[in-house]
């Protein structure tokens, strides 16, 4: 029978985060430390929240439970940094421990789909509340000295090219090695 655990650790409890934490150094990794750090999430979603209550029908028994706002926020905030679609987001969230990890998920919790981001985002630019966000995260960041540039992931898929290297069909195309194995591109 296969399992997910790891030294009988489940691979997405808080003890298997701290563990990937400790030992997994990257760049973006340290920057979303760094970053979950330094803000105050609460102090940016409270204003928000009070907003949203006023502007939103009562909520329906049926259904799951919403996610926090501060889960949403950090999610803005990831796509802000990365220039992440509401459909890669939601497969980067799935996919990325760091992005797990800074926005506080454990196999235990749901991962935003695409249309909850939607929808957040949509009543956030109905209320004016994307502007009011992002005015008080650039400030809480600069109050401590910290600038955030922005990033992008890219699929790195080699492909090999149809035309050979004796084909003289492709000029622009040249060669590349990966794990040891050379392809035409």
């Not at 956030?124 to 401590?144: I, P, T, V």
């Not at 922005?150 to 990966?178: C, L, N």
Request: aromatic share 8%; net charge positive; hydrophobic share 35%.
């Amino acid at each position: 029978m296969r399992s997910n655990k790891i030294h009988n650790v489940d691979l997405f409890t808080q003890a298997a985060n701290e563990h990937f934490q400790k030992h997994i150094k990257t760049k973006s990794k340290n920057a979303l430390e760094i970053l979950k750090g330094k803000v105050d999430w609460h102090a940016l979603a409270a204003p928000l929240a009070e907003k949203i209550t006023e502007h939103r029908q009562p909520k329906s028994p049926a259904g799951r439970d919403s996610f926090s706002l501060e889960l949403i926020i950090k999610c803005f905030v990831l796509q802000s940094i990365y220039g992440l679609s509401d459909p890669r987001l939601e497969e980067e969230i799935a996919d990325r421990r760091s992005f797990q990890i800074f926005l506080d998920l454990t196999s235990a919790d749901s991962i935003p789909d695409e249309t909850t981001i939607c929808r957040y985002r949509e009543l956030f630019a109905r209320l004016g509340l994307d502007k009011e966000l992002f005015k008080g995260y650039k400030e809480q960041l600069q109050a401590k000295g910290l600038a955030i540039g922005r990033g992008k992931i890219v699929d790195a898929t080699i492909k090999q090219a149809q035309a050979k290297p004796a084909s003289k069909r492709d000029k622009d195309a040249h060669f590349t090695k990966k794990r040891g194995k050379s392809y035409y591109l």
